[in-house]
């Protein structure tokens, strides 16, 4: 079965600073993922997925993530952090055994300082 | 589009009552999937559906837990009875695809429930 680990549960940025969180899966064959960032007392949005080819995503609100096989690793980027990016990030896969089900790491609490 | 609709936002009951959480899914999405989100244990899957049709709810905890899918525009999630242990948000997420891992899931703004 896949899994997914956040080793970051709080992270704390001053705003304009870069960002980088950090996410670790488990998985036998490339998998799916994808980032999704959570506001308070919000539901989840997607901010990129990764499938296959160029390993450097691009997704909303200036955030990449770039996919490490030899590494296992799918991580989150932004080169300067705004306050309104205070939030919780989400880091899942999915396997394409497993139908639509995607598993979620535990998440990172973003804290961004003035 | 309105995006996945929950009802209702906030719940608060008592302990040994019945709750009914529902979702409407985006027109035209044909998979539906429901999570619970709490502090010690994150986001875990219930159960999911594929064209109204349950496919997997081995994440559903108890038999107190139950979910319908009676047509293309409507779920629900239904705890009865309830503990306080059921306190948590619950979100209902769609996609597109009818099957496939790469499908967007998009999520709802949950319900959050709190049993006293």
């Known amino acids: 079965a896949q899994s997914v680990t956040q080793p970051d549960i709080h992270i704390t940025v001053s705003e304009g600073a870069s960002l980088e969180l950090r996410c670790n899966y488990s998985y036998g064959a490339t998998p799916y993922l994808f980032w999704y960032v959570q506001s308070p007392g919000q539901g989840l949005q997607l901010l990129l997925k990764?499938?296959?080819?160029?390993?450097l995503v691009q997704g909303i609100k200036g955030f990449e993530a770039e996919f490490k096989r030899s590494q296992s690793s799918f991580n989150l980027r932004k080169p300067s952090v705004h306050w309104s990016d205070a939030a919780e990030y989400f880091c899942?896969?999915?396997?394409?055994?497993?139908?639509?089900?995607?598993?979620f790491g535990g998440g990172t609490r973003l804290m961004v300082k003035p | 589009d309105a995006g996945v609709i929950q009802s209702p936002r906030h719940e608060v009951t008592e302990m040994g009552q019945e709750v009914t959480l529902r979702c409407k899914p985006i027109?035209?999405?044909?998979?539906l999937f429901w999570y619970r989100q709490t502090m010690m244990r994150g986001l875990e899957l219930l159960i999911y559906f594929n064209n109204n049709v349950p496919i997997d709810d081995s994440g559903m905890p108890e038999d107190r837990f139950s979910a319908k899918m009676p047509n293309a525009s409507f779920s629900t999630l239904k705890i009865q009875p309830s503990e306080p242990r059921d306190s948590a948000v619950y979100f209902c997420?769609?996609?597109?695809?009818?099957?496939?891992?790469?499908?967007?899931?998009?999520f709802g703004p949950g319900t959050r429930l709190t049993v006293l």
């Open positions: 027109s035209g999405h044909n998979s």
């Open positions: 990764y499938f296959s080819g160029d390993t």
């Open positions: 997420a769609t996609t597109r695809g009818s099957g496939g891992a790469a499908d967007t899931q998009y």
């Open positions: 899942a896969v999915g396997a394409t055994n497993a139908g639509n089900m995607l598993t």
